[in-house]
């Protein structure tokens, strides 16, 4: 079992460009979690997917992100134009949800990191 | 939705000693879950707790907790270097559909020196 598995693993840009974000969940999960963490703010959930339905997208900051997921192998997290404060570590998670006992694998991250 | 508060923030410890950390909620819950993540990686699960059960164990990892207090411990035993890490309690809403919504607490930060 591969886990949760997220490209890239560091991503230096520049403000203003276009960030995308990726993910794999953990094959026969059916539900997907985007994460931001920083020091200041902790662990945050950005969006959720149930089924590749986006459920919750309460936790995108602004319209500059965006995330989609195509088919039930496949997650991305879109940011654009990309600005310094959006420095974080964004982790995927997924989950195979149909109780309230749902346990999250994470992936290893990616670090972003805009200049 | 409601945060879990770990304590302490930081705890070191020598290997071998036993590590406690606490998380303390509001309101009610229907489970807690504890989650560690090493420098650098993802959380991991490490163990959950229904709210109808007083004490859970897995393997050096033993978990309380205690409904009329709203609170939760993880007690460590026979701590080794690998555990440095930091180390979250979650909690998903007690009620409503947003059983997924999983909130995590800032973390206990451990470090377990040789």
């Known amino acids: 079992d591969a886990g949760v598995i997220q490209s890239p693993r560091h991503e230096v840009t520049e403000m203003g460009q276009e960030v995308t974000l990726r993910c794999k969940p953990i094959?026969?999960?059916?539900?997907l979690f985007w994460y931001r963490q920083t020091m200041m703010r902790g662990l945050e959930l950005l969006i959720y997917?149930?089924?590749?339905?986006?459920?919750?997208d309460s936790g995108m900051p602004e319209d500059r992100f965006s995330a989609k997921m195509p088919n039930a192998s496949f997650s991305t997290l879109k940011i654009q134009p990309s600005e310094p404060r959006d420095s974080a570590v964004y982790f995927c998670?997924?989950?195979?949800?149909?109780?309230?006992?749902?346990?999250?694998?994470f992936g290893p991250g990616t670090r972003l990191t805009v200049l | 939705s409601q945060q879990g508060e770990e304590d302490p923030q930081a705890l070191s410890i020598q290997e071998g000693e036993n590590a406690t950390m606490n998380c303390s909620y509001k309101?009610?819950?229907?489970?807690l879950q504890w989650y560690r993540q090493n420098s650098g990686r993802g959380l991991v699960h490490l163990i959950l707790?229904?709210?109808?059960?007083r004490e859970k164990h897995s393997g050096r990892l033993r978990v309380t907790l205690d409904t009329s207090k709203k609170s939760s411990s993880l007690l460590i035993t026979a701590s080794r270097a690998a555990d440095t890490a930091s180390y979250f309690c979650?909690?998903?809403?007690?009620?409503?559909?947003?059983?997924?919504?999983?909130?995590f607490g800032k973390g206990t930060l451990l470090t377990v020196n040789p």
């Open positions: 998670a997924s989950s195979l949800m149909g109780s309230a006992y749902n346990e999250q694998f």
């Open positions: 309101t009610s819950i229907n489970n």
């Open positions: 094959s026969g999960h059916n539900s």
């Open positions: 997917f149930n089924n590749n339905v986006p459920i919750d």
């Open positions: 707790i229904r709210s109808n059960e």
């Open positions: 979650a909690i998903p809403p007690s009620s409503g559909g947003s059983n997924y919504k999983l909130t």
